[in-house]
Nanobody, 118 residues
């Protein structure tokens, strides 16, 4: 199983980005999907999550600006980020709980850099 995150980049404050994370491999099912971020010198923090049924939760500090969604048919999860602020600058990672023939495990994507300039 591999997770490939994409969609990061450099954007001015107030701008928008849409992150994507594609899961591939011998996947039976994907349970929860999450986005985390890690800013320079800080610990990785959870940003958003969505269950297999589509129930989403969002970090309070980004609520109203970020939205998480998923496409079960294509094993994709998205993070729509609007009204970006310099403090949103970080490497963003997807993490998914995936069931394969070997069992259920958590998998991480490689991260995509988001840089917001003031």
């Amino acid at each position: 199983v591999q997770l490939q995150a994409s969609g990061g980049g450099l954007v001015q404050a107030g701008g928008s980005l849409r992150l994507s994370c594609a899961a591939s491999g011998s996947i039976n099912s994907i349970n929860a999907m999450h986005w985390y971020r890690q800013a320079p010198g800080k610990q990785r923090e959870w940003v958003a999550g969505i269950t297999s049924g589509g129930s989403a939760t969002i970090l309070d500090s980004v609520k109203g600006r970020f939205a998480v969604s998923r496409d079960n048919a294509n094993n994709m999860v998205y993070l729509q980020m609007n009204g970006l602020k310099p403090e949103d600058t970080a490497v963003y990672y997807c993490k998914e709980t995936i069931a394969t023939a070997r069992g259920v495990n958590d998998y991480w994507g490689q991260g995509t850099q988001v840089t917001v300039s003031s």
